[in-house]
């Protein structure tokens, strides 16, 4: 959520108003706290919070807080695409790179393949012949077993049981580093 601080007819000041004709209203509440707002424009939203200013001119409110990084990103795409020219350039937090995008989809695959059980792969070799090492033959049990594909497999299905258990948390902050999950507890 971004807190803009609104004082109308501030001199040198930019208005709220303005910036909002560049945004399709979804959402418009008035509360306590102040005006909560819900825009949309190209593919993306933002939730908005107008509040009276605390002191000085209008401006970005943005509270130090574990969000620091993803509200400060926010407001700067706001910002920036409310421009009459302007689009959001900095969008490195609300896009994965095509590796993140690669790894979250084959974590998810992990993990349905786990729930369904409609589905026949049901052991961690299958998980991985089907979904990690597509087709791959890893020989006898023995030679699987002292792989580096076991281990592999071990380490994403891992991975992936503690994005259930939490981790997405840290994805939608934007501070998902890599991280070695043993067991249920995790460690960098």
């Given at each position: 959520m971004i807190i803009f601080q609104n004082k109308p007819g501030d001199?040198?000041?930019?208005?709220?108003?303005?910036?909002?004709?560049?945004?399709?209203?979804?959402?418009?509440?008035?509360?306590?706290?102040?005006?909560?707002?819900?825009?949309?424009?190209?593919?993306?939203?933002?939730?908005?919070?107008?509040?009276?200013?605390?002191?000085?001119?209008?401006?970005?409110?943005?509270p130090r807080d574990p969000w620091f990084r993803t509200r400060l990103a926010a407001a700067e795409a706001?910002?920036?695409?409310?421009?009459?020219?302007?689009?959001?350039?900095?969008h490195t937090v609300f896009y994965p790179t095509a590796y993140q995008t690669h790894r979250l989809t084959l974590l998810l695959n992990i993990l349905d393949a786990m729930r369904r059980p409609d589905k026949d792969f049901t052991t961690m070799r299958d998980i991985a012949q089907k979904i990690i090492y597509r087709d791959a033959d890893f020989g006898r049990a023995i030679e699987w077993k002292s792989s580096s594909h076991r281990r592999q497999t071990q380490r994403l299905i891992n991975e992936a049981r503690h994005l259930v258990n939490g981790g997405y948390r840290l994805l939608l902050k934007g501070t998902m580093q890599h991280q070695r999950c043993v067991g249920d507890v995790q460690t960098k």
């Open positions: 001199s040198g000041q930019v208005p709220i108003q303005p910036m909002l004709e560049h945004y399709d209203l979804l959402q418009d509440r008035f509360t306590s706290e102040g005006r909560h707002l819900v825009l949309e424009n190209r593919n993306r939203r933002h939730r908005l919070l107008i509040t009276p200013p605390y002191s000085g001119g209008s401006g970005y409110f943005i706001f910002e920036m695409s409310s421009a009459p020219t302007g689009r959001a350039k900095s």
